[in-house]
């Protein structure tokens, strides 16, 4: 299938500090999605994106969808304890109708 | 209040058995989905429908089967044909009509031994 690269694979940050990760692709996507999954629950969405350039915020949270179309970047500011959990990325490809998933960036964070 | 529910949280059989997983939706969603996730990895689909009594395969159908007779319910079976079944599955859905968001239910974790 499709591949989406999302990386880092995982981050082991400070609290306060700024988290950066992204998801890259060689195919171009109509969506970007954003997932915060706590261990044993199911992914919570924390942006949509629809337009290439869009940049969304949702509190601490931002997300931008790539002018190419084949990437897209979530950014926590002020990271705080419960940030911790596997954010993923997932894309409506342009010809598609079904969601391609990351593999997923491991957060985890010192107070 | 409005959302998605599977059950059991956790689910445990024999090899060799057939297992069925509950999804239920309040959302008034018309299009419901099924995941497998493995430690490490992202969420592969195993079967979609779009509208009631119609469903497609996903890129893991093999071993799974799906009905969809209402629209607020998407029950998955996993069969004895699935070769590796331990795993968290999780069920989505979706409003249709240019909205591709999916909202996911609390996922169950099937342990086959």
């Known amino acids: 299938g499709q591949q989406l690269n999302q990386s880092p694979q995982s981050m082991f940050i400070q609290e306060g500090e700024d988290v950066s990760m992204n998801c890259t692709s060689s195919s171009i996507f109509n969506t970007w999605l954003w997932y915060k999954q706590d261990p044993g629950e199911g992914p919570v969405l924390l942006i949509a994106l629809y337009k290439a350039g869009e940049l969304t915020s949702n509190g601490r949270l931002t997300a931008q969808f790539g002018i190419t179309r084949k990437d897209s970047f979530l950014n926590i500011s002020a990271s705080i304890p419960s940030d911790v959990g596997i954010y993923f990325c997932a894309g409506l490809l342009r010809d598609g109708n079904k969601l391609v998933f990351g593999a997923g960036t491991i957060l985890r964070v010192k107070s | 209040d409005g959302g998605i529910t599977q059950s059991p949280k956790y689910l445990f059989r024999k090899e060799g058995q057939n297992v069925t997983l509950s999804c239920e939706q309040n959302?008034?969603?018309?299009?419901m989905y099924w995941y497998r996730q493995d430690p490490g990895q992202g969420l592969r689909l195993i079967y979609y429908s779009q509208i009631v009594n119609d469903f497609q395969k996903g890129d893991i159908a093999e071993g799974y089967s799906v009905s969809r007779e209402k629209k607020e319910s998407f029950p998955l079976t996993v069969t004895s044909a699935q070769k590796n079944p331990t795993a968290f599955y999780l069920c989505?859905?979706?409003?249709?009509?240019?909205?591709?968001?999916?909202?996911f239910g609390p996922g169950t974790r099937l342990t086959v031994t």
């Open positions: 989505a859905s979706r409003r249709t009509g240019g909205f591709y968001e999916q909202y």
């Open positions: 959302l008034n969603h018309d299009a």
